[in-house]
Nanobody
Framework: VQLQASGGGLVQAGGSLRLSCAAS????????MGWFRQAPEKPREFVAA???????TYADSVKGRFTISSANAKNTVYLQMNSLKPEDSAVYYC?????????????????WGQGTQVTVSS
């Protein structure tokens, strides 16, 4: 599986960004796609996920501000990030996994894209 992420950048606090991640070469029919993020000297943390059936999951820190969606026909996942805060600054990594793997933690079954930097200035 190959994942290609895009859409990061620099934005002021309160602004918005939209990340995209396109997957190719996936062989399992039921899957989840989502995002983790990693700030300097911090562990990688879960942000949001969407399953091929449409179910979404969010970290508490982004609920109400971030929206994850997918275009299944395009094997693409989007992360709309609104009301951004400086603490949202991190490298954002998209991933895909079989849908039976639970959300919120990393798995050895994850396939990762390259990270995309999000920087929110105060």
């Amino acid at each position: 599986v190959q994942l290609q992420a895009s859409g990061g950048g620099l934005v002021q606090a309160g602004g918005s960004l939209r990340l995209s991640c396109a997957a190719s070469g996936r062989t399992f029919s039921s899957y989840a796609m989502g995002w983790f993020r990693q700030a300097p000297e911090k562990p990688r943390e879960f942000v949001a996920a969407v399953r091929s059936g449409g179910t979404t999951t969010y970290a508490d820190s982004v609920k109400g501000r971030f929206t994850i969606s997918s275009a299944n026909a395009k094997n693409t996942v989007y992360l709309q990030m609104n009301s951004l805060k400086p603490e949202d600054s991190a490298v954002y990594y998209c991933y895909t996994r079989p849908s039976w793997v639970r959300d919120g933690v990393r798995s050895s079954l994850d396939a990762w894209g390259q990270g995309t930097q999000v920087t929110v200035s105060s």
